[in-house]
T-cell receptor, first 114, second 117 residues
């Protein structure tokens, strides 16, 4: 069974630009979560989608948005990039979004903002 | 509020030594799940184990073992006879009923384990 895939793996952007990251969950998984990882703040929750609905969002500005498609694939978008958005963005999927479900992570997209 | 503390920032051991990674958590909930993930240099978080708050039975899986103690709010992870391939950052994480349907993991800051040959 294929794992969580994320594209692209690496991105270099300049301040003010926008970026879209993609995540394909494990087959049969309907919940997708996004996390940002930085050396200073560690791993922080961005948002979670289930059945195309955003169920919760972490403490990030409105420049960070996402969506989920009917096939459970998810995208996140960051507009008006800032230097501080440089990070590893990790996507995780789980089967049904239940509390007991395990989240399985993809390899991440490393975003560098210049 | 939930919190996970991994006081050990970096640990360095010589191959074949045993090493224990500490994790202390805080939650007001009685129903919660604890996790350990491993992050090798490639960046992907690899799931290692999940334990729920009602199951304090310790577990051994090969060279890995976990010690869950609710009385001290700790969920420690031990690698026996460490190998160079164990070198990675290890994260402890918590999710509880307060998260509701949010599926929001709260992570510790991670412990960088370096196993020297």
């Amino acid at each position: 069974k294929a794992g969580v895939t994320q594209t692209p793996r690496y991105l270099i952007k300049t301040r003010g630009q926008q970026v879209t990251l993609s995540c394909s969950p494990i087959s049969g998984h309907r919940s997708v979560s996004w996390y940002q990882q930085t050396p200073g703040q560690g791993l922080q929750f961005l948002f979670e989608y289930f059945s195309e609905t955003q169920r919760n969002k972490g403490n990030f500005p409105g420049r960070f948005s996402g969506r989920q498609f009917s096939n459970s694939r998810s995208e996140m978008n960051v507009s008006t990039l800032e230097l501080g958005d440089s990070a590893l963005y990790l996507c995780a999927s789980s089967r049904s979004g239940g509390l007991e479900d395990t989240q399985y992570f993809g390899p991440g997209t490393r975003l560098t903002v210049l | 509020a939930q919190k996970v503390t991994q006081a050990q920032t970096e640990i360095s051991v010589v191959e074949k030594e045993d090493v224990t990674l500490d994790c202390v958590y805080e939650t007001r909930d009685t129903t919660y799940y604890l996790f350990w993930y491993k992050q090798p240099p490639s960046g992907e978080l690899v799931f290692l184990i999940r334990r729920n708050s009602f199951d304090e039975q310790n577990e051994i899986s090969g060279r890995y073992s976990w010690n869950f103690q609710k009385s001290t709010s700790s969920f420690n992870f031990t690698i026996t006879a460490s190998q160079v391939v164990d070198s990675a950052v290890y994260f402890c994480a918590l999710i509880s009923i307060s998260s509701g349907s949010a599926r929001q993991l709260t992570f510790g800051s991670g412990t960088q384990l370096t196993v020297l040959p």
